[in-house]
C-alpha cells in the first residue's frame, strides 16, 4: 500500500517567490496533519483537517501560510510571499477515524528559500 | 514550561548497552502518550504506545507516570540499528505535540 506522498521531496527557491507542497494522505485516511520541522523548534504543527474541513489553524504562523484540501486525496500548503527563514522540512501525516492519534508521516519537503 | 521536554543527547552507548530516555511534559489533561522514531533525514515512525499501566514491545520498555508527568522509554541490548532520533509525543483531544527528541548512537 502506499504511504503518504509528498511532492517535490527538495524545492530551493529565492525569497519572495510563491512555494507550493502537495500531499496525498493515505486511502482512507480521513485525517490531514501539516508538521513544520526544524532544529529550533522541533516539530511543530501547523494546520489539520478533518474530513477535508480545517480544523485548527492555529499554527499557522502567519498569513504568508495557506493550506486547502479540496478532497480527500489531496492537499496543498502554500507559502507566498517565502522568506529564508520558512527554510524547513515540512511533513504532511495523515490518521484515520477511530485511531486519529496514530499518525501516518510523508518523507517530507526541504524546503530551501534563499 | 515547555509542552514536552527531552534532553536532546547525544546518548552515546555501546552495542549490547541498556539505555533510558525521560520525558516531562507539563499539561495534565493529556490523555495519549506514545513514543516515535526517526532516523537521519527521514520522516518520524511510531515506535510504541504508552500505556498508564507500562508496556513492553521486545527490547523496549515504555512507562508512564502520570502523577510526576513523565513518560520513559527503555532499550535494552541496544543494536546498532536503534540509532536514531526518540521523539515524546503526547496527544490532548486530536492532536499530538512532539518533544524535539533524544538522539540514540550506538556504536560497536
Known sequence: DAGVIQSPRHEVTEMGQEVTLRCKPIS???????????????????????NNVPIDDSGMPEDRFSAKMPNASF????IQPSEPRDSA????ASSSTGNYLKLFFGSGTQLSVL | RKEVEQDPGPFNVPEGATVAFNCT???????????YRQDCRKEPKLLMSVYSSGNEDGRFTAQLNRASQYISLLIR????????TYLCVVGGYSTLTFGKGTMLLVSP
Open chain 1, 75 to 78: 492537499s496543498t500548503l502554500k
Open chain 2, 25 to 35: 511534559y507539563s499539561n495534565s489533561a493529556s490523555q495519549s502518550f506514545f513514543w
Open chain 1, 28 to 50: 482512507g485516511h480521513n485525517s490531514l496533519f501539516w508538521y513544520r520541522q526544524t532544529m529550533m523548534r522541533g516539530l511543530e504543527l501547523l494546520i489539520y483537517f478533518n
Open chain 2, 77 to 84: 541490548d541496544s543494536k546498532l540499528s536503534d540509532s536514531a
Open chain 1, 89 to 92: 522540512v515540512y511533513f504532511c
